[in-house]
């Protein structure tokens, strides 16, 4: 076994173009052969690198968050990840919107987990969703707001995403996070064609709130396709300059 200094040293361009290289070929290969449809969680299908779903275990345990909303439900497996750590903790609920969820689609049944049929952005669900973190917070010992966490999954368009993030972002608490996912698309580096999606919707929402940082820490792994887009709320209070 060699010494870890006995690698040979690779430079950081060298280092970003693996990187790359490397997300573009996971993700060639999840589409070209549909394994994208083949992960799992607890035997329903998830959308989601394995390394992504442990940021999220890593990020649950870490905030204990009281609710987790996630958008884009699509089969369940990421929605039943989230309210299977919850379980785990002990803490915690989780809500998953879809315009696709209907009576009768067949979804996960857990305790700890409800699915709402509709659009992530219609007033009557955001309500709802703010009305839920409301009644959370005031049920704390703390009497604090409530600790909040909501990963961004469903249309994955420019301005559908920068609308849930100034729609969910006003509910995260200062340490808290909001997750756009699949930064990736556009070219960064994969699916060129897509056309402006959520790297830019964060890029956006960046620039009109500096209370929100990129938090580089949770896509440590590398193997991401949320780069970028792992939101921390500093402690401040929006809109205050701060240095960068
Ligand atoms: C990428 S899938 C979600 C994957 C799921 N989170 C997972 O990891 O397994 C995207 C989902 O977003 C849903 N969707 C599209 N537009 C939406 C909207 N405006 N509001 C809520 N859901 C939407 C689609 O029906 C689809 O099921």
Redesign the pocket.
Known sequence: MPEVSDHPAIDAEAEARIIRDFLRLTFRRFTETGDTYRSHWLGV????YPTDLMMYQELIVRRRPDLIV??????????LFLATICELIGHGAVIS????NTPDKQLPQHPRLRFVG????DPDIVAMVHARAAELGQSRDDGAVAEVMVIL???HRLL?VFEELETYAPLIRPGGYIIAE?THVNGRPNWPEYGPGPGEAVALFLTRHREFQVDHACTRFAMTLNAGGYLRRRALEPNTAVDA
Do not use: L, M, Q
């Open positions: 299908p998830a959308i989601k996630e958008t884009g439900t699509h089969r369940g497996g990421s929605a919107i879809d315009i696709g509709g659009s992530s952005t999954d469903s249309d559908h699949d």
